[in-house]
């Protein structure tokens, strides 16, 4: 399957739905909150469909005019375009992405930082994932009270899962190095005790 941007993507997944013009495609992102996965813009948009017409998987159906406004163009996925998007869905799905995101790079690196440091940027991560979170149930409420399938923003109830789990680990790791719980000098990897040091009371 050629490579598709995210946004690509997710323009195929509505015309999965429907045949669609660009600025209705964009109106049901927005309407659907997809902007939180994929960086959305009408102009970033068009070019995509036209990507995907280009590359087969999508197809004019129609144009139309309403008043003075722009002509629209009408597209419609292809049995090419169908194929694509469900190969490209059971992979995503499926198999876990090389990702690497820098905070697990810092996290991997953070003893360079003095304690006090290391639990202050905990707690500010801490309180920037509960507004994420806070967003994440509102965004949920209102898409329930649009009265949205529930299939159709699942992603938004597996983020906040993350945000939780996160939440959750970062706050029990920031109590630990608060109360000292884990040391923070010292070698890395501590000595071998010595045969000198070991117990002879036996």
Request: aromatic share 8%.
């Amino acid at each position: 399957m050629t490579d598709l941007t995210p946004l690509a993507f997710a323009a195929l997944g509505l015309l999965a739905e429907s045949p669609m013009h660009p600025y209705e495609m964009f109106q049901t992102m927005l309407h659907r909150r997809e902007d939180r996965n994929v960086k959305v813009r009408p102009s970033t948009l068009y070019h995509q469909v036209g990507r995907l017409a280009d590359l087969g998987y999508a197809e004019v159906v129609g144009t139309d005019r309403a008043g003075n406004r722009p002509e629209r163009t009408t597209y419609s996925i292809t049995e090419a375009g169908r194929a694509a998007l469900e190969a490209g869905l059971r992979h995503m799905v499926a198999e876990p992405a090389d990702e690497y995101p820098q905070f697990r790079l810092a996290v991997s690196h953070v003893d360079n930082l003095p304690v006090e440091d290391v639990a202050a940027a905990f707690r500010a991560r801490i309180a920037a994932l509960r507004a994420q979170r806070d967003g994440y149930d509102d965004a949920a409420t209102g898409l329930q009270a649009k009265g949205l399938a529930e299939r159709y923003w699942l992603d938004v109830s597996y983020v906040r899962a993350m945000l939780t789990a996160q939440l959750e680990w970062l706050t029990a790791i920031a109590d630990r190095v608060e109360r000292g719980d884990i040391p923070w000098d010292g070698p890395a990897v501590p000595a071998e005790p010595t045969q000198n040091s070991k117990d002879t009371t036996r």
